[in-house]
């Protein structure tokens, strides 16, 4: 049995389902741009010759492994469709619990899809969303569309979130847990937590850009955070960093000598923010319990109005090499350990496992929604998030 049957629990149908199975999980692991076909290749066991054999390029093997998960999903819910939301959500419990790299391939990789290929798969994605929309509005007769439709992300959310994080576990561990998490988004009305109060005005709005620094040093880090979250980090080149932050020629490199040096910079600005909101919770805290309603306050607040930096932290981080790499995830990993010490305070008799599942669910739920566009602008998006965290706390 290869490396990939025993990830999966199954024995691929063909060789090319091996391969683009291979494909997505390394895709997922170390970023598409990271990853060679001959690396590939040598995971499956076969030359470059007989990979080309069953795909053209990569290009091809990202389109393929999306497609294929996209694909079975849909085959899960054409099964369950007779089942109302209840079946639906068990068709996509079952399809997220056995590929734990969809998470990070659909929210990350899928910018690296040829723009028509990507607008097609996008328009099928929202397709999902819209049905399963109307099941939560047939379920919950409460709930007014934009309501509801913030609950179906929030759904998405929980059940992809298993992608970032590495805590081994079965596949009918997760979807056990993924069940619970919807159960709660779905069932009850989440409690209403406020943002805490910010000096840096109100949350953006849609479609505003803001102005640029006096400082260049600054502007670099804001524009290339931008570029580097719209087009990915490999893609975009120090001299359009430049250029787009009105710093030419060689002055870019006064500041920052190099491409990766500048990206450490740009995710480092992220752990003093949050590490401070922590800060602030706790001590406005008499409880665990209150302390993770003021966490998931802060975090959202955070996220809201940071959603840029957000996004450079869930996608680009694979990119870092050496101490910076490291800095950043040790950043990243003492931050959701206090949250997880603060659930097993409110909830002392859950297990390790179950709490790490429930505390990247609320997280990827926080984090989703203020990278939606469509979402983060809304008025009582700000009221209802951190609710919708706490609530998947509690699953």
């Known amino acids: 049995m290869t490396t990939e049957e025993a990830a999966t629990g199954r024995r691929p149908r063909d060789r090319r389902e091996l391969i683009v199975a291979a494909a997505g999980r390394m895709f997922a692991e170390r970023g598409f741009h990271n990853v060679g076909t001959d690396d590939i290749a040598a995971a499956v066991g076969v030359t470059a010759g007989a990979l080309y054999r069953h795909v053209r390029n990569k290009q091809d093997l990202l389109a393929r492994t999306i497609s294929s998960s996209f694909e079975r999903a849909v085959e899960e819910l054409e099964h369950h469709r007779d089942g109302g939301l209840d079946g639906l959500v068990e068709a996509l419990v079952a399809a997220s619990a056995s590929r734990r790299d969809l998470g990070v391939l659909w929210t990350r990789e899928i910018r690296n ?13 929202f397709a999902l969303v819209s049905l399963l929309t109307e099941e939560v509005r047939i379920r919950r ?22 992608a970032y994080h590495p805590t081994a576990a079965s596949p009918s561990f997760i979807a056990d847990v993924a069940r619970a998490m919807v159960a709660a988004i779905i069932t009850t009305p989440p409690p209403a937590i406020p943002l805490p109060p910010r000096h840096g005005g109100p949350l953006p709005t849609a479609g505003a850009t803001g102005l640029l620094p006096r400082s260049r040093r600054e502007r670099l880090l804001i524009v290339s955070t931008r570029l580097f979250v719209e087009r990915g980090y490999p893609a975009v080149s120090m001299n359009e960093v430049g250029e787009a932050a009105g710093v030419t020629g060689t002055a870019v490199y006064r500041y920052f ?22 800060d602030r919770a706790l001590k406005n805290a008499r409880t ?13 607040e955070f996220a809201l109005r940071n959603y840029e930096l957000l996004g450079l932290l869930l996608g680009e981080t694979v990119n870092l090499r050496g101490p910076a790499r ?22 002392p ?9 429930l505390v990247h669910g609320a997280m990827g739920v926080i984090n989703d929604v203020a990278r939606t566009g469509s979402l983060r602008h809304r008025a009582e998006v700000a009221v209802r998030l951190p609710g919708l965290a706490v609530r998947v706390l509690q699953a």
Do not use: N
């Open 113 to 125: 899809l040829d723009p028509a290929y990507r607008a097609e798969v996008r328009e099928q994605f």
């Open 349 to 357: 008799g859950i297990a390790p496992a179950r709490g790490s599942f």
């Open 326 to 347: 490291q800095q950043v995830r040790v950043a990243q990993r003492e931050y959701i350990a206090e949250w997880l010490a603060l659930l097993r305070g409110a909830r």
């Open 288 to 300: 665990p319990t209150e302390a993770l309603d003021g966490v998931a306050a802060d975090y959202s």
């Open 141 to 162: 007769e409460d709930l007014s569309a934009d309501d509801a439709e913030l609950l179906v992300w929030a759904i998405f959310a929980v059940l992809t979130s298993p």
């Open 257 to 278: 000598p190099s491409k990766s040096e500048l990206l450490a910079a740009c995710l480092t600005r992220a752990a003093d923010p949050l590490r401070l909101g922590l």
